[in-house]
């Protein structure tokens, strides 16, 4: 297999597979947990030549079973619940399996591109820029962002990121996220909500300095995403990069773009933030892409209302996924 993708079925990883696919290769091991989530409908479209659980394929890594052709492994696969609370398996299913899939990777001279996260960045106080440099000095809000950040000082203290390539996806929406209940996108709930009953509901913000619907994100849409990061592998691109649009955008926009792809009046309704998520709440974040474009990427990041009208138009309200264009 000359590329390995895991976290195959998820939103990232199948979108990779699509771009792979766009790109003319189908030499693909897809590798997921698909246990009961309806994760294997992203699937369906997508060409690749063999599919391996998890855990039989961390047995044959660890006994050296890989095939001898392997150029590639895109490492997608890991919890990205930010509200997960078993710090003991966001290690070892977010950190050790990373640390042993670049450990051979490296060994066997084969590329390594894995996903870290702007979660990593935490209230942002610290900016978001991805300088290597200062990777110490963050200060993650959640333990799924830590346990990114874990393998990162790893990485770095093993003098490994002139070798291998992590990737800090934003806020990453678009088709084959169905499957991930409380962790869809506010476009993807937003649809359903609208759809259902006609408004959305948005966090009331309990900070003065932010409106109620006026906390910012990065929002990125899944295809510029893997453009990105197929750039990074075409050209060697190693070391941390962010994966984002560069925008720093509202909740009331995002809605409101959602609205008016479905052709209806704007209706928002505000909530107050639930208990667990105070404190651990980003009101800003904004990828910092310099180095991205420095790495030589023009193209340019698709409009957050041409975005939602594609996904909605195109996918979601047709029930359609990535390959069924």
Not at 130 to 159: C, V
Request: glycine share 6%; net charge negative; proline share 2%.
């Amino acid at each position: 297999m000359k590329y390995i993708v895991t976290g195959a079925a998820g939103l990232i990883g199948s979108s990779m597979i699509w771009k792979l696919n766009q790109e003319g290769i189908t030499d693909i091991l897809a590798v997921d947990h698909l246990s009961n989530s309806e994760k294997w409908k992203n699937l369906r479209a997508l060409a690749y030549a063999d599919y391996m659980e998890r855990e039989d394929f961390l047995d044959l890594l660890l006994t050296d079973g890989l095939p001898d052709d392997v150029q590639c492994v895109i490492h997608m696969g890991a919890c990205s619940s930010t509200t997960e609370k078993d710090a003991t398996y966001l290690v070892h299913n977010n950190f050790e399996y990373t640390k042993a899939l670049a450990e051979y990777c490296v060994e066997n001279k084969i590329r390594f591109l894995y996903a870290s996260s702007a979660a990593t960045y935490g209230d942002g106080e610290k900016g978001y820029k991805d300088d290597e440099s200062s990777i110490e000095d963050l200060r993650p809000m959640n333990m799924y962002g830590y346990s990114k950040q874990m393998f990162d000082l790893w990485a770095k203290y093993h003098f490994l990121l002139s070798s291998v390539t992590g990737v800090k996806f934003t806020n990453v929406y678009g088709p084959n996220e169905l499957h991930k209940g409380s962790m869809r996108s506010m476009v993807c709930r937003a649809y359903e909500q609208i759809r259902d009953t006609g408004k959305v509901a948005l966090f009331k913000s309990d900070r003065p300095d932010y409106a109620d619907g006026e906390q910012k994100r990065d929002f990125i849409y899944v295809k510029d995403a893997v453009n990105m990061v197929w750039h990074l592998l075409q050209n060697n691109c190693y070391g941390i990069y962010n994966i984002g649009s560069g925008r720093a955008e509202t909740w009331n926009s995002l809605v409101s773009a959602v609205f008016k792809a479905m052709g209806k009046e704007v209706n928002i309704e505000y909530i107050d933030m639930p208990d667990h998520l105070k404190g651990k709440y980003q009101y800003y974040t904004c990828a910092d892409m310099e180095k991205m474009r420095a790495s030589g990427y023009t193209e340019k990041v698709t409009s957050l209302e041409d975005a939602i009208r594609d996904y909605i138009c195109n996918y979601i309200s047709r029930e359609r996924f990535l390959g069924d264009e």
